[in-house]
């Protein structure tokens, strides 16, 4: 061998099974680095010494206990990695080696740390992280002088005297639980103490050197004042203290550039300013009522200011002529308290890029003050009292963002003249029209105007916005919620989401209020960190990834399991090499319990998390799986992983459970944490949010924002906004989730289980006036929109084949559209808007062939009223409720996302993905269905759709209701008749091979009220057949309102064939009863 690898220097034989130490590696002399790490081995043997020219040696994620003494004549060993064995102590062996100058023993079985046994090692940098360390036996002070770097972080240290290291440089030990600390300051660069429980802090003398200094998170209640004497301080970070008042001379310092300290008890700031060098000033969430009055007037270097979270009335003026040398480019100033009174002290500050005044007390913005602020970039004014944006506004040449939700605006800016301008955001407000000018932005990428209920938007408008890529609306007022709903809802919901500052939006949400066709919702929340794949992928398919599970067991907590590791094998290529974080909340009724409560049952995996407010306080419903928690830690070490020094599992993800990452299985896998509670009248409302959201706002902050807040929409747009006024910069995402349980909410006087409760704030489903948009000219996938009102394009996805990554897969049989009905129930895709005047249960009795589902127009009387439960006012008979499909898309690619330039289109939708729909529920009808003789039920999923191709006889009644999933809890078909005019049976033929190949159908609702294009990537198939030809403008000829006399809105394309069909679909409902069609057979086409 010593021929053959004369010339060999590194060999590299990490992470594999290696049981024993290869010896045969001992025989080539040229080695100069060797890499054993992440094996089995549980000893080195003492041939080891053979390799004389060896300076790296890694040997961590092994089952080491002990090194040969024979190791110790490697006098050119200058790194040894021991890190994440089995010592207990350090290797006296290690004394020998002269040229080792880092000891890295991170991850071993450490509980005393006795300083003696570093007398006579050379290292400078001491590694100990993730011992157990809780005792420090000291030595004498000059037999550490060769000590320059100690890092003791994640610990269980309760005091730490790092004095006796006289030229101790930095200082890490972070994650212990020290209340005092002592450092040698002569040459002391940093200092990081963050998450212990400090109370004290000793450093002397001055600590002339220092540079950095990180004690945040802590219980320290005041600072040194050697802080201000401290000539070479940049950055101190004193936040989450309970800090009463800074350092007197603290803005005299000519050394500190950035300074954080929110979070702490602040009543007030330093008066004296001597212009000192700060760049970022950071005092949010303190108790501050003003600013010292010469701040901005003496602090010519400061850029960012974040002042959001306190009780500011008023500002400091920015100059005291008109001449500023101010440069302040960016001011956060949400949630304070701060009137018109404010305004003229902005104008200073030519140069402010980004300004953030969101829920404050504004009621105006003078156009003159806007005017002088040229410069400005990123604007919120959200959650005040405007009725107007300034016209001058139009002087911000450069503006690319507004938000200005949850005020009462009632003239729509004129910002669509500014060519940079990406987002806009006057949700929640009271517009009642828009004017556009002949071009839109070319950049235009969002805009909401969902909540304003007087919003009535012409044909020619919404043909102009066809190209936004995200665009939402409300229904309009014909359709309202309140009147469709017919009474109060159990829950209701919204959410909202934002990008980041690279304009990408790396999370999704998911909103399904009424789910699997009973009485369900689900809801949840996905994050990718930074990319888009992960977060859209979870979004399309676990939803119906979930149904599936809940049909094989009873159990919450192994049907969730069951959903994430399932989903796990879906992600398929997409999750091989990335991951995300995702939360799922199920709210489902327990038939078992006599009592009639709702269970919430939630999952998450990540850093995505779920609370809920019970009696006004948050009640954690997620945990937050890393390698704090010993257990996760203790886990991943059985598989032979590291952490590196950013606390990171094998240096990729700092979560030990996550979807996706399957390179790094077993170590980090998708098994969520679930937690089960019973819903009472205490609860309140619950809130999924994504990393960045919960990292900027605490759990009781963020219940305290939106618990005096009615709507669900407005909630989770203020919880978003406050995050970002806060300083976060990641993609945000929010959903809320508001509860009204009563003590008998769930009781029903139906004899039979429970039917589905009618969707939450939802109305009918409006004829024509949702806009339907096209593709990006750029050829990239549309995106879904991530609006939160009560009618939108809603995309049900059925289970985008078995491979939505790719590389997963499941060859089952092609099913058929009934089979696929049954097994997927929670897929509400086609519904028919019907008239009220039903036909009689007589008649229905009499024609056994006739469909359950009768037209209902539109203002026409109800029938009599008939007994039915509190959740179901409306259903009356006859009466239907619509469903809600199976996922509500939120999410909108970016950039470089899912997109592709050469996707071609999918047959049967139009070019600008909208589709001809039509729309049929069954909703609370077994106190009727139970009144049909055995033959004129309906028939199980199981067998349906045979006997409906196969015109066989009604087959015997229906299984009992304990069946999973009976067609008679809710039958939902969408169908899309082609052009010339198929028959029943083969058109059913179509959609069942459609179906077959991995998709059902793609809805174009979503429940929150925006509009989505099609999405038609991720083999999510659109089953339909051959569409009539796109009209100019990507519409349909249709007025801009939906005429109440109109059960839906007819293309003209269509007309003719339409007004035929109906014309067949009457005659056959007239044929006698003792045909032998099944009753499900003639559902209408369109």
């Known amino acids: 061998m010593s021929l053959e690898f004369s010339r060999l220097r590194s060999l590299n034989l990490s992470n594999n099974h290696l049981g024993q130490f290869p010896l045969t590696i001992c025989d080539i002399p040229t080695l100069t680095e060797v890499n054993l790490s992440c094996n ?37 060993l200058s790194y040894l990695g021991l890190s994440f064995n089995q010592f207990s102590h350090v ?69 730490l005297d790092a004095s006796i290291f006289p030229r101790l440089e930095v200082l890490h030990c972070e994650r212990n639980h020290i209340t005092c600390l002592k450092v040698k300051g002569s040459l002391l660069k940093g200092i990081y103490a963050s998450n212990n429980e400090l109370q004290q802090l000793d450093v002397s003398p001055v600590p002339s050197n220092l540079t ?220 009642s029209e828009i004017t556009l000018p002949e071009n839109l932005p070319p950049k235009l990428q969002e805009l909401d105007l969902t909540g304003n209920p007087r919003l009535n938007l012409d044909h020619k408008t919404l043909e102009q916005l066809n190209n936004i890529r995200c665009f939402h609306i409300d229904p309009p007022p014909t359709f309202s919620s309140s009147e469709a709903s017919g009474g109060p809802a159990v829950w209701s919901h919204g959410y909202t989401e934002a990008s980041g500052v690279k304009n990408k939006l790396c999370v999704a949400a998911l909103s399904v209020n009424s789910f699997c066709g009973s009485r369900e919702a689900l809801y949840g929340v996905f994050d990718g960190d930074r990319n888009v794949e992960v977060p859209y992928l979870l979004q399309c398919t676990m939803n119906d990834v979930l149904a599936e599970e809940i049909h094989k067991t009873k159990s919450e907590e192994d049907y969730m399991t069951n959903t994430f590791l399932v989903m796990q094998r879906k992600l398929g290529t997409a999750g091989q090499k990335l991951g995300g974080s995702a939360a799922l909340c199920h709210i489902r009724h327990d038939p078992t319990d006599p009592s009639g409560c709702f269970i919430l049952t939630a999952a998450n995996v990540g850093k995505c998390q779920a609370i809920l407010c019970r009696d006004g306080k948050p009640m954690s419903l997620s945990l937050l799986h890393n390698v704090g928690l010993e257990e996760e830690y203790r886990r991943i070490r059985q598989h032979r992983a590291i952490v590196t020094e950013d606390n990171k599992v094998n240096g990729v993800t700092d979560s030990t459970r996550i979807m996706g990452y399957s390179f790094l299985y077993p170590s980090v896998i998708p098994c969520p944490y679930v937690q089960t509670v019973t819903l009472s009248p205490q609860d309140e409302f619950f809130i999924l949010g994504s990393r960045g959201l919960w990292d900027a706002v605490s759990p009781t902050e963020a219940v305290e924002a939106v618990r005096n807040v009615p709507d669900g929409l407005a909630a989770a747009k203020k919880l978003c906004t406050l995050a970002q006024g806060y300083g976060c910069t990641d993609s945000l995402s929010a959903v809320v989730v508001q509860l009204s349980v009563s003590e008998d909410c769930c009781s029903c006087c139906c004899s039979d289980p ?62 058929s559209s009934f089979v696929l009905l049954q097994e997927h129930p929670h897929h509400p895709q086609l519904h028919l808007h019907h008239q009220a005047q039903l036909l009689s249960l007589q008649q229905q009795q009499s024609h056994t062939t006739s469909q359950s589902c009768q037209y209902l127009l539109p203002g026409s009387e109800l029938a009599s009223a008939r007994n039915c439960c509190a959740l179901h006012p409306a259903c009356l008979a006859g009466s239907f409720q619509r469903q809600l499909s199976s996922a509500t898309f939120s999410s909108a690619l970016s950039d470089n996302g899912l997109d592709s330039e050469d996707e071609e289109p999918i047959a049967g939708v139009f070019s ?21 003789s055995p033959s004129q039920s309906l028939l199980p999923a199981s067998s349906s759709q045979e006997r409906t191709l ?15 999933e009976p067609l008679e809890d809710s039958i939902d078909l969408n169908l899309a008749e082609s052009e010339n005019g198929l028959e029943r049976d083969e058109s059913w033929q179509g959609v069942g091979a459609g179906a077959g190949d991995g998709g059902k159908f793609l809805g174009k609702r979503r429940v929150n009220g925006s509009v989505a294009r099609q999405e038609k990537s991720h083999n999510l198939i659109e089953v339909a057949a051959d569409a009539p030809s796109k009209k100019s403008g990507g519409y349909f000829t249709a007025p801009a309102q939906p005429d109440p006399d109109d059960q839906f809105i007819i293309p003209p394309e269509l007309e003719e064939e339409v007004k035929e069909i109906m014309k067949q679909h009457q005659q056959k409902q007239q044929k006698p009863a003792g045909t032998d069609q099944p009753t499900d057979y003639y559902d209408t086409p369109l």
Request: hydrophobic residues 35%; contains cysteine; glycine residues 2%.
């Open 40 to 76: 089995y081995m549980d000893s080195v043997p003492s041939s080891v010494g053979a390799m004389s020219n060896l300076q790296t040696f890694l040997l961590d994620g092994n089952s080491l206990s002990e090194l040969p003494c024979e190791l110790g004549s490697l006098q050119r």
């Open 91 to 159: 290797p006296q062996v290690l004394e020998r080696l002269a040229s080792m100058e880092k000891l890295c023993m991170a991850g071993n079985n450490q509980e005393t740390l006795t300083l003696q046994n570093f007398r006579l090692l050379h290292v400078k940098h001491i590694d100990l992280r993730l011992n157990k360390i809780s005792v420090v036996v000291p030595d004498e002070p000059d037999l550490l002088r060769h000590v320059t770097q100690l890092d003791l972080r994640d610990n269980q240290l309760t005091e």
């Open 212 to 431: 950095y200094m990180d004690i945040s998170r802590n219980h320290m209640e005041s600072l040194p004042d050697w802080l201000c004497e401290a000539k070479k301080l940049e950055v101190l970070d004193v936040s989450h203290n309970l800090i009463t008042e800074l350092p007197a001379r603290l803005f005299c310092s000519n050394s500190i550039r950035k300074l954080s300290a929110g979070h702490n008890q602040l009543q007030k700031l330093p008066e004296r300013v001597e212009r000192p060098l700060l760049e970022v000033l950071d005092v949010q969430h303190n108790q501050l009522v003003e600013l010292p009055c010469n701040l901005f007037l003496k602090s010519n270097s400061l850029r960012c200011v974040n002042a959001s979270a306190n009780k500011l009335e008023q500002l400091p003026p920015s100059s005291l002529s008109e001449e500023s040398h101010s440069i302040l480019q960016e001011l956060y100033l949400t949630n304070n308290w701060l009137t018109d009174k404010c305004v003229p002290m902005l104008t200073g500050h030519t140069h402010l890029r980004v300004l953030h005044m969101a829920y404050n007390h504004l009621q105006t913005f003078p156009a003159s003050k806007m005017a002088k602020l040229e410069e400005l970039e990123e604007v919120d004014l959200s959650g005040n009292m405007l009725k107007t944006v300034p016209t001058t506004i139009i002087n911000c040449r450069r503006m690319h963002t507004l938000i200005a939700h949850s005020n009462s605006i009632e003239v729509f800016p004129e910002v669509m003249q500014l060519m940079e301008m990406k987002c806009v955001d006057l949700s929640c407000n009271e517009l």
């Open 754 to 815: 429970p039917q589905p409760p009618p969707s939450p704030g939802l109305g009918t489903y409006p004829s024509s006036s949702t806009a339907i948009k096209d593709r990006p000219s750029d050829g990239s996938l549309p995106v879904p929109p991530s609006s939160c009102s009560e009618i939108s394009s809603e995309i049900s996805t059925s289970e985008m084949s078995s491979e939505v990554g790719s590389t997963a897969s499941s060859d089952e049989p092609l099913q």
């Open 912 to 932: 600008n993905g909208s589709r001809v729909e039509v729309e049929a529920d069954v909703h609370c009808l077994k106190a009727e269905l139970s009144q049909l």
């Open 950 to 964: 196969l015109n066989l006889p009604p087959p015997p009644p229906p299984p009992p209701p304990c069946t999973p």
